[in-house]
């Protein structure tokens, strides 16, 4: 009776903790990052920072990689690419549309493949396209490939247009000839075996891998995120800093403080803000900016343009260049801000209203024959009167003409303080004269 009783036992404290390692199994979570848009340190601080979140979770046992992009930094693609294959957790890249360029190498990092219907990959191809660039890119992606044991022709393919590959079922047909990127959409890349599974959904790709799980966690990209990623975008940079320039110039024409000033400083404020959040700008950038914006209205107070003007010029310049995600996509964006800039400064010198800073800086005296001035053009009224010599002729020099001293020269000869001269020819701002016997 004790001997069944002791069993008893036993198989109830077997049931238990059975039903616990259960619970603990159904409680397993997977975790969705999405990689959308353009690649930049926005992207990466947002990826990472979930990656290393999944990880914390104890019940986390793996990470789909959402990818929809037409690529961009190369350099941020290698950060993202690191976190990815370092991590313990199982790693699926899902891409859903297209994983262009950089989107390639986020892609090849991790585990598993897999491709929506009508999606695409490839067109890795570096900008600029020099020896240089495409060799070291070429060997990340080598690299990156022979770790996860893809085909690195077909990778190297996607970045450099001399790559020719043949189809190895026919050789009359090329999967890619010379001069052309390859790019497979998912059909072509299921053929060539370069993907692991096609599918639409979460569920029929944790059922394709047998990966248990209870619940997918779809992580959404903060407000931060979404505006520092906007902020650091080849696009939208741009079209932030025209506005903030030309906010400016639009409140140094017009009186008081309005609407030119207020998107002025909004435009400022969210590119700065956001390449902090990208991690591109600090505090000390921030400064240079500050103190560039200082010096100029410097420099609209004080008459002329001197070192205030110079200088504010160019800690703007270089503050705008520090806080941009390249050197490159800072100049670029400087570069198209400053013509938009002057085309609306054209415009506001014809059309725009005038105030007191700008007059100190723009001639606004019309010279009017009435006040007394002369152009050239009236001059030729000169022709045939006649005048004194103040100085001697060698052969310029000036004279006397209706109480008006006029400089002159004559055709070559030497004529004497004090002879009687006629003007014989004018010729724009040349007044010729000849001697009188």
């Not at 075996?193 to 790709?205: K, T």
């Not at 394709?208 to 903060?222: G, K, P």
């Not at 800690?315 to 100049?331: A, F, T």
């Not at 005296?365 to 100085?391: D, R």
Request: proline share 3%.
């Amino acid at each position: 009776m004790r001997k069944n009783h002791i069993r008893i036992i036993f198989f109830m404290i077997f049931c238990m903790l059975f039903s616990i390692y259960s619970y603990a199994e159904n409680e397993k979570k997977v975790y969705v990052i999405p990689i959308k848009g353009e690649i930049n340190p926005a992207v990466t601080q947002f990826v990472k920072k979930s990656i290393k979140n999944a990880e914390n979770d104890p019940k986390s046992v793996g990470i789909i990689f959402e990818i929809d992009t037409l690529g961009g930094m190369i350099k941020e693609a290698i950060k993202i690419r690191d976190a990815i294959m370092t991590t313990p957790l199982r790693t699926i890249s899902f891409v859903n549309k297209k994983a262009e360029s950089a989107g390639t190498l986020i892609t090849i990092s991790s585990e598993n493949i897999v491709m929506s219907s009508g999606s695409t990959i490839g067109s890795a191809e570096t900008i600029p396209y020099t020896e240089k660039n495409i060799s070291y890119w070429k060997g990340e992606l080598r690299t990156t490939a022979e770790q996860r044991g893809r085909n690195t022709r077909l990778v190297e393919a996607m970045a450099d247009r001399r790559i020719e590959i043949k189809d190895p079922q026919n050789p009359d047909k090329y999967i890619v000839k010379r001069g052309e990127l390859l790019n497979l959409t998912t059909k072509e890349a299921e053929k060539l075996g370069f993907l692991d599974f096609v599918g639409n959904s979460y569920e029929e790709i944790l059922k394709e891998f047998d990966i248990q799980y209870a619940e997918i966690i779809n992580i959404e990209a903060d407000f931060k995120m979404t505006i520092a990623q906007m902020v650091s975008s080849s696009i939208f940079l741009p079209i932030l800093l025209s506005i903030g320039f030309i906010g400016f110039l639009v409140e140094f024409f017009t009186p008081g403080f309005g609407i030119g000033g207020t998107l002025s400083i909004i435009a400022f404020t969210a590119f700065f803000g956001g390449s902090m959040l990208a991690g591109n700008a600090s505090f000390v950038v921030i400064s240079i900016f500050l103190a560039g914006v200082i010096l100029l209205l410097i420099e609209v107070f004080a008459p002329g343009f001197g070192a205030p003007g110079i200088g504010g010029i160019v800690c703007i310049v270089i503050s705008i260049i520090l806080s941009s995600d390249s050197i490159i996509l800072g100049i670029t964006s400087l570069g198209i801000a400053l013509i938009l800039t002057l085309i609306a400064a054209m415009l506001l010198l014809k059309y725009g209203p005038r105030n007191q800073y700008f007059d100190k800086i723009i001639l606004g005296t019309s010279l009017k024959k009435e006040k007394g001035f002369v152009s050239n053009v009236t001059q030729k009224e000169m022709l045939g009167l006649e005048g004194i010599t103040i100085t001697p002729l060698r052969p310029s020099g000036a004279v006397r003409v209706d109480d008006q001293r006029i400089d002159v020269v004559t055709e070559g000869e030497f004529i004497e303080v004090g002879m009687k001269v006629r003007i014989i020819k004018v010729e724009g701002r040349k007044i010729v004269v000849k001697k009188i016997n």
